[in-house]
């Protein structure tokens, strides 16, 4: 299962804090749990084919590999702590969108 996460920060968020945060925390927090086979956080940087700004600032993608583990995972405690320090950057809430392949 493919999890994909579009969201935006506070508009007054230190972004270099949040990134410091992302790489230092929450990348490794987040790959570190055993249902976990992959995790990438990206920042977009525009729209293809035109100078606009993207809708959203930060694209997450989260490779599950066993859904029930990962709901058990993420109800621990480091988990809930990162979940929490990621909400405080937060603009609004973000989207999490299952994913599955076509082919």
């Known amino acids: ?24 925390r929450d990348i490794p927090g987040v790959r570190a749990l055993p249902s976990i086979d992959d995790f990438q956080i990206y920042r977009t940087t525009g729209l293809l084919g035109g100078s606009a700004p993207a809708p959203y600032q930060y694209v997450e993608i989260i490779d599950i590999a066993d859904m029930e583990g990962f709901t058990t995972d993420v109800a621990g405690a480091s988990s809930q702590a990162i979940a929490r320090e990621f909400k405080a950057f937060l603009g609004a809430e973000p989207f999490f969108m299952l994913t599955e392949p076509l082919a």
């Open 1 to 24: 299962m493919r999890v994909v996460v579009l969201f935006n920060l506070k508009p007054d968020t230190d972004v270099a804090a949040y990134e410091d945060w992302a790489r230092t």
